[in-house]
């Protein structure tokens, strides 16, 4: 069978041919332009608005203002729905919004025949704003007297908590204990997928039907339904093909504007695409983290006791809104584990930026480079090695977390820290650049890092999986969990055949999901897809087979129970199994047998109530110039435990990617605003520094393969683990080839040169 093995991606012939079909290539040529009007400032009200000269603009057929627009506020984030309240999302935004609370807030929508008038339109229109203070920062917002940027915030706190194991102020009083305490930032950073945001909507037969470029297909229709004041069924939501979410398109982004467009016009097919200018200030970011640790640790490096503080900025609406910095929270209180007790205390809080939703990561990036860069200050300052101080501290073999019952089964970050430290010879390099001197400098660093898998026990963890054995014997198999570009699909085919027991190439994957006939699923988030839509798969396949072994006996004259099923063929079982009959005969014969036709299909739905860990590090080593404040990556190797690997070929392109984007993370990427304006100065590709290949040093992937007990093939979390670890890494680096500690990312010229001054270094 091909599950284990480096089978091609089912996709990948179509995708590298061009004949995949993305949003934008199912438009039809008649259809309507909608564009946005942006509000031109970041904090205020909007008066009044005139579209007289607008309306006047030949080709113009619908101006929709945000004084039009339904009184409904509803969620954007992409969870499963809860019932209860107060687990429910932030329902903070309409359509359109007057109260603006962003530089480029949505404020007016134009549909015109073609994109020139529309954009026409939106140049004509005439807005009169009433402007309040910007605040951009939580410590602005929060700050006593800053004005409310949603009413119902005191201090704009959107959310507030804290959590305490053990008593923090009794365990603090032992005597000889060393206090660290640090404060680390991380930015506010873009997701940069290749497919900008797109949609389009039309009317069909009743009801609202919009095609979008979405992870979360099943939860995109509740959101429109509910934005619009419709019943859920009278919505459609059809995926094709993604050209990268990474978390972006785990959000009702404007799907819900565009299907009202073309209900307000009756229902003509309405496109609304945004520029990637538009993509960056106006749909999600990573959220911007200010995070202070306070640690009271014994001389020979023992944890006692710590205290985490955590400031997340949200933006101008909540979207997933506390969840990241309660996830971020959670390595926190596992990574390491204090022998007394430890204490977290949390913000998310509102501000006039970009609102801040899920990126690869899910807020352990912005937490694992706080902790990991902690680490490794406090193991410089008491003079230990810091794998050995990590290893005195770190959750041991067996460990099970008391809410999410998680259990960590194995040694992985001995084993996963033994290949890493091998690869990167550390010891070797460690003692050689202890002493460096010069303008130029080179240092190794590391990180350790940890992750769950899926969002159980948070919220929900379900998933729906169909299949159908066509006449030729062949699969054709139907998920709710969406391919975006990570290898999904593939994989589902490996472990329907594995399963199921047909050749890999007979599996037929529906890759585009449909609301109307797909099977519920959440989407595309979390890490899940191979875990919950997993379990999902095996059990339907099983289904299936039973079925089709039962259906055996008839033609095969054999007891089900003596029977298996082959590579597509149904078997006699026994040492030397004996083949009896094609899965394609039995497919033909039942379809159309004239005494008892039957189409054998199974459709099952799994409700996921486990959780896995995924843990593993990062080593980089790196060359710093001193005089330029230029940091080069020289060599890097992320280590995982995810499980069993699936598809080896897949697992390591997944790696790259997240590592790709650590390196952007640690060195360039940052979304920088006007302060006097709120307007976002670097929001395109020529101003915004992604990591391009000439950052990249050649990327090195290895796995320890602990089988996950808790999963029906063994495999865990991959997707988000490889963008964790990588900047605190390369941070730790250049801590040991300079000697100077950074506490904020990217480390940019702008930050390094006068850290070095400082430090006398130049």
């Known amino acids: 069978m091909s599950l284990g093995k480096s089978v091609p991606r089912i996709d990948a012939y179509e995708k590298v041919t061009g004949r995949a079909k993305y949003t934008d ?12 009007l942006h509000a031109t400032i970041a904090h205020g009200l909007v008066k009044r608005m005139d579209t007289t000269e607008a309306a006047k603009i030949p080709g113009v057929v619908h101006i929709l203002t945000c004084f039009d627009v339904p009184d409904i506020p509803f969620p954007t ?15 903070d935004r309409k359509l359109l919004n007057r109260r603006v609370r962003l530089y480029g807030d949505d404020i007016a929508a134009v549909v015109a025949e073609n994109e020139v008038a529309a954009v ?13 203070p910007i605040l951009l920062t939580p410590e602005e917002a929060m700050r006593e007297g800053a004005p409310l940027i ?11 908590t804290t959590i305490e194991d053990g008593d923090f102020e009794a365990a603090i009083q032992e005597p000889g204990l060393l206090h660290f305490e640090e404060t680390y930032e991380t930015p506010i950073v873009q997701h940069c997928h290749i497919e900008p945001v797109i949609s389009f909507a039309y009317m069909e037969n009743g009801r609202i039907v919009v095609v979008s470029s979405t992870q979360i297909p099943h939860i995109v229709r509740r959101i429109v339904a509910q934005a619009l004041g419709l019943p859920w069924g009278k919505v459609r939501i059809i995926k094709p093909f993604v050209g990268g979410g990474f978390g972006n398109k785990q959000d009702a982004l404007y799907e819900p504007l565009n299907a009202y467009l073309s209900l307000c016009l009756g229902g003509p097919m309405v496109k609304l695409e945004l520029t990637r200018e538009e993509v960056f200030f106006a749909t999600r970011v990573r959220h911007g983290m200010q995070i202070r640790l306070s640690s009271y640790i014994r001389p020979q490096g023992r944890l006692v006791a710590r205290q985490y503080r955590a400031y997340s900025n949200q933006g101008a609406y909540g979207s997933h809104g506390h969840s990241i910095a309660a996830k971020g929270t959670n390595v926190f209180r596992q990574l390491y584990q204090d022998e007394k007790a430890r204490k977290a205390e949390i913000f998310t809080v509102y501000t006039n930026t970009a609102t801040a939703g899920a990126m690869r990561g899910y807020g352990t990036p912005q937490t694992v480079f706080a902790i990991e860069s902690h680490m490794e200050d406090m193991a410089r300052a008491l003079n230990l090695d810091p794998i050995e101080f990590r290893f005195m501290n770190l959750m041991p073999q067996g460990f099970t977390d008391p809410f999410s019952k998680n259990v960590n089964y194995f040694d992985t970050f001995h084993q996963c820290v033994e290949q890493g430290k091998a690869y990167i010879h550390w010891e070797e390099k460690r003692q050689a650049y202890q002493h460096e001197t010069g303008p130029v400098r080179r240092g190794v660093g590391m990180a350790l890092f940890w992750y769950n898998t899926g969002v159980w026990p948070i919220s929900i963890e379900v998933s729906s999986c169909r299949m159908v054995l ?7 198999i139907q998920l709710g969990e969406t391919e975006i570009g990570q290898g999904a699909d593939t994989i589902f085919a490996q472990m329907t055949s594995e399963t199921l027991g047909v050749p890999f190439e007979q599996v037929h994957v529906i890759s585009t999901q449909d609301t109307d006939v797909t099977p519920f699923g959440t989407g595309a988030y979390g890490s899940r897809q191979s875990y919950v839509g997993g379990m999902a798969v095996q059990k ?48 033909t014969e039942a379809l159309y047998s004239p005494v008892h036709a039957e189409h054998l299909t199974a459709e099952t739905t799994l409700q996921a109530k486990s959780n896995a860990y995924s843990f593993g590090c990062a080593f980089a080593e790196v060359e710093v110039d001193l005089p330029l404040g230029k940091v080069r990556l020289l060599d890097m190797i992320n280590v995982h435990d995810c499980g069993r690997l699936l598809n080896p070929q897949l697992a390591q392109a997944q790696v790259h990617g997240g590592m790709s984007m650590a390196i952007g993370y640690s060195l360039s990427e940052q979304l920088i605003y006007d302060t006097k304006t709120g307007r976002l100065l670097n929001g395109t590709f020529l101003d915004y520094k992604l990591a391009t290949i000439m950052d990249h040093p050649h990327l090195t992937t290895a796995f320890v393969e602990n089988y996950e007990p808790t999963g029906a093939y063994g495999s865990k979390a991959l997707g988000e683990p490889p963008a964790v670890p990588g900047a605190p890494a390369i941070r730790n680096a250049v801590l040991h080839a300079t000697g100077v500690a950074f506490n904020r990312i990217p480390l940019t010229p702008h930050v390094l040169v006068p850290a070095f001054k400082q430090a006398g270094l130049i």
């Open 120 to 132: 026409q339109a939106l140049r004509a229109i005439k807005v009169d704003y009433e402007t309040y």
């Open 470 to 476: 066509n006449q030729d014997g062949s699969v054709q």
């Open 540 to 587: 339907t396949a099983l289904l299936l087979k039973e079925k089709i072994l039962r259906l055996a006996e008839t033609y095969t004259g054999m007891q089900a129970s003596a029977l298996d099923m082959r590579d597509g063929i149904i078997v006699l079982k026994s040492l030397n199994p004996q083949a009896l009959m094609s899965l394609g005969e039995l497919a």
């Open 150 to 160: 949603h009413d119902q915030c005191p201090r704009n706190i959107l959310k507030h």
């Open 77 to 91: 984030a992409g969870h499963p729905w809860s019932t209860d309240p107060a687990h429910q999302d932030p329902a």
């Open 25 to 36: 290539d199912l438009v039809e040529r008649h259809a309507l332009i909608g564009k946005i």
